[in-house]
């Protein structure tokens, strides 16, 4: 996701009156998911690449509860996305 991405992506959810403390946590997990794509672009990647990414985060041993969240920002963007 590049920066302009990246800002329009906070402005909605801003508009949809999500706390800083959610927007905050979107992005972090956001990041984690790009960084683990090395960059690739957000669009082009499917359902099977995002479990893949869910299984990276079980391996690593991250909570249940760490792993809803990571998935739930992706799923929040790509809905934004396919607006």
């Known amino acids: 996701m ?3 991405e990246q800002k329009r992506f906070r402005d ?3 508009l949809r009156a999500l706390s800083p ?14 960084d683990f794509y090395e960059g ?3 669009k082009s990647l499917c359902i099977s690449e995002i479990k ?4 990276d985060l079980v391996k ?3 909570s249940a509860h760490s792993i809803n969240r ?4 992706v799923r929040v963007f ?3 996305v396919h607006d």
């Open 2 to 4: 590049n920066n302009e």
């Open 12 to 14: 909605e959810m801003e």
């Open 21 to 34: 403390r959610t927007i905050s946590s979107y992005e972090r997990s956001l990041k984690k998911f790009f």
């Open 40 to 42: 690739r672009e957000g």
């Open 52 to 55: 893949a990414y869910q299984l």
């Open 60 to 62: 690593k041993k991250f």
């Open 70 to 73: 990571h998935l739930t920002a």
């Open 78 to 80: 790509y809905r934004w």
